[in-house]
């Protein structure tokens, strides 16, 4: 699939802004079943001294600095993307209890193994929970496959909580996320997360964009399209699959992945430093188009 992304990020401040640094992980990575062809990043006002590189999760960081008063900031990430489908993931009887998944993490015995193993631990926003613990164990019962306590995991978390619009902020605690039973894409992702890093399995933060379609005969919205959340699993003798909690499924030619790191604060889409500005307020806008017919649509 090729995609064409815009991503929009519009800042409007009630004061005038003399200065700023800014830091955006918008850029849509390259591996083994997406490649990122193009991807170019335009501000305004105009960017000084812009720059880019990888970051210890190897996303493409870009940063640049605003240095003559504005009151608004425009973002804008465009970019094409070519996605493969994938093959169904192994699962059932062709893989080994979740058990032996976390003995191999817990004396690793490769660089992959290393690497994944840092994912394993509590991260900024994902404390490691009693709570969450207990909640993830009735999914990780004794010698259970490791991908069908996932699958469960996932189905579980789409089942018991519901997706609500503006319940939670980045700033609302797991715990809470447990206690009210609702939030959005990315609450459900740092739960699954947390639930894994319980059991002593490595779980990763994925960032993306998920193509979402019109109801039939209605056509397609610009902007409407949106930043969505998934979580990562490391599977020895496989490597990373991902899962979607929010619809229940697991990702494939309709996710482009953007970034990935331990939690939301290592992907954040942009943030940065600034004097002056006073209150503002955001608008994002992101518009996904492929040249795909149209398919049954799926939540971001």
């Given at each position: 699939m090729i995609y064409e992304i815009t991503h929009t990020t519009l800042y409007d401040y009630s004061e005038p802004v003399s200065l700023s640094y800014n830091e955006a992980r918008l850029?849509?990575?390259?591996?083994?079943?997406?490649?990122?062809?193009?991807?170019?990043?335009?501000?305004?006002?105009?960017?000084?001294?812009y720059s880019e590189r990888r970051d210890i999760f190897g996303n493409k960081v870009s940063f640049f600095t605003l240095q003559e008063p504005h009151q608004k900031m425009q973002v804008t990430m465009s970019s094409l993307v070519n996605v493969e489908t994938l093959d169904a993931p192994?699962?059932?009887?062709?893989l080994s209890p979740w058990e032996e998944a976390v003995g191999y993490l817990s004396q690793p015995s490769s660089l992959k193994l290393?690497?994944?193993?840092?994912?394993?631990?509590?991260?900024?926003?994902?404390?490691?929970l009693p709570e969450v613990y207990e909640y993830a164990k009735s999914s990780?019962?004794?010698?259970?496959?490791?991908?069908?306590?996932?699958l469960d995991l996932m189905d579980r978390i789409h089942r018991d909580f519901a997706y609500t619009a503006g319940a939670t902020s980045i700033s609302?605690?797991?715990?809470?996320?447990?206690?009210?039973?609702?939030?959005?894409?990315?609450?459900?992702?740092?739960?699954?997360?947390?639930?894994?890093r319980s059991m002593g399995l490595a779980a990763?933060?994925?960032?993306?964009?998920?193509?979402?379609?019109?109801?039939?005969?209605?056509?397609?919205?610009?902007?409407?399209?949106?930043?969505?959340?998934?979580?990562?699993?490391?599977?020895?003798?496989?490597?990373?699959?991902?899962?979607?909690?929010?619809?229940?499924?697991?990702?494939?030619?309709?996710?482009?992945?953007?970034?990935?790191?331990?939690?939301?604060?290592?992907v954040t889409p942009l943030k940065g430093v600034l004097y002056g500005g006073g209150t503002h307020q955001?608008?994002?806008?992101?518009?996904?188009?492929?040249?795909?017919?149209?398919?049954?649509?799926?939540?971001?």
């Open positions: 850029c849509p990575r390259s591996f083994s079943h997406q490649v990122c062809q193009k991807s170019e990043i335009t501000v305004s006002p105009r960017a000084m001294d192994v699962s059932g009887d062709h290393v690497e994944a193993k840092g994912f394993t631990f509590a991260s900024p926003l994902l404390p490691l990780f019962t004794p010698r259970r496959y490791l991908m069908d306590a996932a609302t605690p797991l715990s809470q996320v447990l206690h009210k039973r609702q939030g959005v894409c990315q609450d459900f992702a740092h739960l699954a997360i947390a639930c894994l990763r933060y994925v960032s993306g964009y998920l193509e979402t379609l019109p109801p039939v005969g209605k056509p397609k919205l610009v902007g409407v399209d949106a930043s969505h959340a998934w979580f990562s699993l490391f599977v020895p003798h496989e490597g990373w699959v991902d899962f979607d909690p929010t619809n229940n499924l697991i990702p494939n030619d309709r996710h482009i992945t953007c970034a990935w790191g331990r939690d939301y604060a290592d955001l608008k994002v806008s992101v518009d996904v188009r492929n040249l795909t017919p149209q398919r049954p649509s799926v939540r971001g």
